[in-house]
């Protein structure tokens, strides 16, 4: 996934409702709400609750000379916590029109491009205007779990390697003298047969 599972959620919405750049935005971003009676998204992670896979593994690319790459990829189930609020009946209006969204033939193929999986049904969907207090907020919550697929890679340092072992054996007459009962070295020219 070549992106926060957030900002794909946020494409779809604001695709699929005609909203603009100013009007979703990723949640915990010290964005002030507007005064005016537009409709508002925010979306945000609440919580992972279970990953289902961790894996490295390392692949060697096809430059000359090739290049020891390290890859990770983690595929775990997120839980995304969507807004939707305004200080006029928007919020009242078209809260279903999320869930409209995530289900649009535009979130079939973010979900194909990004490899993720955006579940067809929220887990909950509350309505929290009481949460602003004395406000006149329309707000409504709702969480949609997804399994997400998170992948990097990045080149292997070089490290210097050994390519040269030298071995000393020793008896209880050698062990403290110069002089090892048998001495050697293995190095890329060595040839060891096995009989």
Not at 26 to 35: A, D, H, L
Not at 101 to 109: D, F, G, N, V, W
Not at 140 to 166: G, M, Q, R
């Amino acid at each position: 996934m070549q992106s926060l599972a957030e900002q794909i959620f946020i494409d779809i919405i604001k695709g699929e409702m005609a909203l603009d750049d100013r009007q979703a935005w990723i949640r915990s971003q010290n964005v002030k709400i507007p005064t005016d009676s537009g409709l508002y998204v925010t979306v945000g992670m609440v919580d992972s609750p279970r990953v289902m896979s961790s894996v490295r593994y390392t692949r060697e690319t096809t430059d000359d000379p090739p290049q020891l790459l390290q890859c990770q990829q983690i595929v775990m189930r997120e839980n995304i916590q969507i807004d939707v609020f305004s200080r006029d009946n928007s919020a009242i209006l078209r809260r279903w029109e999320i869930i409209a969204a995530l289900t649009s033939y535009r979130a079939a193929q973010a979900m194909e491009e990004n490899s993720f999986k955006i579940f067809r049904t929220p887990s909950t969907f509350v309505n929290t205007s009481g949460g602003e207090g004395g406000s006149t907020i329309n707000r409504f919550t709702l969480i949609v779990p997804c399994h997400v697929w998170y992948y990097k890679e990045n080149a292997l340092p070089t490290y210097d390697y050994y390519d040269e072992f030298s071995n000393r054996v020793d008896d209880a007459n050698t062990i403290a003298t110069a002089d090892p009962l048998i001495e050697f070295t293995i190095d890329e020219n060595t040839v060891i047969n096995y009989n």
